[in-house]
T-cell receptor, first 111, second 112 residues
Framework: DVKVTQSSRYLVKRTGEKVFLECVQD?????MFWYRQDPGLGLRLIYF???????EKGDIPEGYSVSREKKERFSLILESASTNQTSMYLC??????????FGPGTRLTVL | DQQVKQNSPSLSVQEGRISILNCDYT??????FLWYKKYPAEGPTFLIS?????DKNEDGRFTVFLNKSAKHLSLHIVPSQPGDSAVYFC???????????FGQGTTLQVKP
């Protein structure tokens, strides 16, 4: 079975802090994605990567950056957390854009 | 400008009855359509998909219908079971980028 793990299930940070969300997949997938899920808005794509050291902006990249130094690991970085970044963050991986396997999510609260 | 709309935020059905979840889209570049299911505190899991060259795909209790002219797809669950209670997202894929565009989700509650 494909396994996508995320470093934390719940995280509480303060405004202005730098936040790292880690995602690791064990299936050698080329493609990895970061989404956020908010009530009434569904899942919105923040960034994605189709290869090591490659990254592409999604629909809402503002305030975020990503890092993919190894194929299995894709990190989402909030350079200076703000309260409007309180959300559920979901990482996914897949072999093709239309086959995505999700991690359990990180519920981030920014105070 | 939302390209994918699931206009019913919630749906409640009785166990054993049919659940019908709807999804409308505007982008003609979508060529593959997926449905994901999400339980609380878990990530979404893939449920069923359909290619734009088909109008129906069935997998056990789950059937997805695609009406390309109306830019509408629906997910039918029959018979519905309490374990089907979850949030359902439709997610068309863009043919030019391959990205998935998720709808807002519909929360299904199946009552015993």
């Amino acid at each position: 079975d494909v396994k996508v793990t995320q470093s934390s299930r719940y995280l509480v940070k303060r405004t202005g802090e730098k936040v790292f969300l880690e995602c690791v997949q064990d299936m050698d997938h080329e493609n990895m994605f970061w989404y956020r899920q908010d009530p009434g808005l569904g899942l919105r794509l923040i960034y994605f990567s189709y290869d090591v050291k490659m990254k592409e902006k999604g629909d809402i990249p503002e305030g975020y950056s990503v890092s993919r130094e190894k194929k299995e690991r894709f990190s989402l970085i909030l350079e200076s957390a703000s309260t409007n970044q309180t959300s559920m963050y979901l990482c996914a991986s897949g072999t093709a854009y239309n086959e995505q396997f999700f991690g359990p999510g990180t519920r981030l609260t920014v105070l | 400008d939302q390209q994918v709309k699931q206009n019913s935020p919630s749906l409640s059905v009785q166990e054993g009855r049919i659940s019908i979840l709807n999804c409308d889209y505007t982008n003609s570049m979508f060529d593959y359509f997926l449905w994901y299911k999400k339980y609380p505190a878990e990530g979404p899991t893939f449920l069923i998909s359909i290619s734009s060259i088909k109008d129906k795909n069935e997998d056990g209790r789950f059937t997805v219908f695609l009406n390309k002219s109306a830019k509408h797809l629906s997910l039918h669950i029959v018979p519905s079971q309490p374990g089907d209670s979850a949030v359902y997202f439709c997610a068309p894929a863009e043919s030019n980028t391959g990205k998935l565009i998720f709808g807002q989700g519909t929360t299904l509650q199946v009552k015993p």
